[in-house]
């Protein structure tokens, strides 16, 4: 099996919180940038998603804190997507530092919306694999 896709990223200062390490929140911005950079080396943008009629969306996330980061740390954020039969799927993210230790690992369940009729869509993948230049990264 090949490496999941990933995107690098620095800690900033202004993500960090009292305690020094990073934000809560700007994990899910971590995994959010990661998740759209696949899409775009993909094929697939943000307008091209709109003008389809389309729109990914998040039903649930959860996050597992492993380990603390710090303004400064240089991390790895993967992105995979498991596709299955119905309106949903998973994306497994790990955002790992650059000495193997696994900061955090993120499972989100989301979907792809009809924006005109406000539900999902029966296929989310056929319509991405459609839309992608690149479908094999998906």
Known sequence: ??????????VRGYETDVQGHLNQSVYLNYAEHARWSLLKAAGITQAELIGSGVGPVTLETTIRYLSELLAGD?????????????KTFRIRQTIRKKD??????????????????????????????????DPGLL
């Open 1 to 10: 099996m090949s490496e999941p896709f990933s995107v690098p990223v620095t």
């Open 100 to 133: 193997g230790t696994v900061a955090a690992e993120i499972t989100a369940v989301g979907g792809l919306m009809d924006l005109k009729e406000r539900r999902l869509v029966a296929n989310a993948s056929e319509v991405f694999k459609g839309l992608a230049t």
């Open 74 to 86: 240089e991390v790895e954020v993967t992105c995979a997507f498991e596709w299955g039969e119905g």
